[in-house]
């Protein structure tokens, strides 16, 4: 992998580079709105969450039939991770659960701007039946034992679950640890030195 695309930790085509972009300035219109994300990232969308959501795509083995993204919200990681699916990762079959109508909305207007597919559900994630994916992702929706819950519920038993977690990572490790038992690596975040990403492999409840 190289960094030549505007700090993107991948190579992409110049289509995949146009689609990014016009995530960002739809993210940019619809945040006057709605409360996709904080008004502060907006300035500096690209490194906040385009890049940062890129290095989620990057840490998923092989191919994913399926890939799920939970509490999808304005779209990080789970429209950058279809945007690249459709270069990288043809045969990978996105899913977005959002349980905000509004939230919806832009994820479908998203999706049609920006030429790609992926499945919107506009639902709560604990009222879904099973999900069954590869891949289980999800970005600043709750804390770490509230995330495996979600992934035992929607995870393929052999799945990956991939969650940026902030400064406070070890310590959700902790209080995650005394109600399950779980295999994890972590990668340090390219856009934040306090940040990390978890890679989160086998999970049992305790």
Same mark, same amino acid.
């Given at each position: 992998?190289? &960094?030549?695309?505007?700090?993107?930790?991948? &190579?992409?085509?110049?289509?995949?580079?146009?689609?990014?972009? +016009?995530?960002?300035?739809?993210?940019?219109?619809?945040?006057?709105?709605?409360?996709?994300?904080?008004?502060? !990232?907006?300035?500096?969308?690209?490194?906040?969450?385009?890049?940062?959501?890129?290095?989620?795509?990057?840490?998923?083995? &092989?191919?994913? !039939?399926?890939?799920?993204?939970?509490?999808?919200?304005?779209?990080?990681?789970?429209?950058?991770?279809?945007?690249?699916?459709?270069?990288?990762?043809?045969?990978?079959?996105?899913?977005?659960?959002? !349980?905000?109508?509004?939230?919806?909305?832009?994820?479908?207007?998203?999706?049609?701007?920006?030429?790609?597919?992926?499945?919107?559900?506009?639902?709560?994630?604990?009222?879904?039946?099973?999900?069954?994916? &590869?891949?289980?992702?999800?970005?600043?929706?709750?804390?770490?034992?509230?995330?495996?819950?979600?992934?035992?519920?929607?995870?393929?038993?052999?799945?990956?679950?991939?969650?940026?977690?902030?400064?406070?990572?070890?310590?959700?490790?902790?209080?995650?640890?005394?109600?399950?038992?779980?295999?994890?690596?972590?990668?340090?975040?390219?856009?934040?030195?306090?940040?990390?990403?978890?890679?989160?492999?086998?999970? +049992?409840?305790?």
């Amino acid at each position: 992998m190289t &960094d030549t695309h505007r700090g993107l930790p991948l &190579d992409v085509s110049r289509e995949t580079l146009d689609r990014l972009e +016009t995530l960002t300035a739809l993210l940019t219109r619809w945040t006057e709105k709605i409360n996709l994300v904080s008004r502060n !990232s907006v300035t500096d969308a690209w490194t906040r969450h385009i890049v940062d959501s890129a290095q989620v795509f990057t840490l998923a083995e &092989d191919q994913p !039939s399926h890939w799920a993204d939970l509490g999808a919200g304005g779209g990080f990681p789970g429209l950058v991770v279809a945007a690249l699916a459709r270069e990288h990762s043809p045969e990978t079959r996105v899913t977005l659960v959002e !349980s905000d109508s509004r939230k919806c909305a832009f994820l479908r207007t998203a999706l049609r701007e920006m030429e790609i597919e992926a499945t919107v559900l506009t639902k709560r994630i604990e009222a879904l039946a099973p999900l069954d994916a &590869d891949v289980v992702s999800a970005r600043a929706l709750t804390a770490l034992p509230g995330l495996l819950e979600y992934t035992a519920q929607h995870r393929t038993k052999d799945g990956l679950a991939l969650f940026p977690k902030g400064a406070r990572w070890k310590k959700e490790i902790a209080e995650a640890q005394e109600s399950w038992q779980f295999e994890y690596t972590h990668r340090k975040s390219i856009t934040d030195p306090d940040a990390v990403v978890l890679k989160i492999g086998a999970l +049992t409840h305790v």
